[in-house]
């Protein structure tokens, strides 16, 4: 079967794990977790919609607050 949902919310993640079967991900929640930069989310597919609320995210070290 092809991953289409990927739930990690509150699991107190600081990245994303790195992985090559993300090509058919359509939805990805990383919310609430220790997640604080953008750059490791290179590997999702530019069609997925990707949540990300109760993190403290970073775009290539500056603060988006």
Not at 2 to 13: I, R
Not at 29 to 50: F, M, R, T, W
């Amino acid at each position: 079967p092809k991953l289409k949902e990927l739930n990690l919310t509150e699991n107190s993640l600081t990245k994303f794990p790195e992985h090559q079967g993300y090509s058919t991900l359509q939805l990805l929640n990383l919310s609430n977790n220790n997640y604080s930069c953008e750059g490791d989310l290179k590997n999702i597919p530019i069609q997925a919609h990707v949540i990300l609320f109760g993190n403290p995210i970073r775009k290539k070290g500056n603060s988006l607050h």
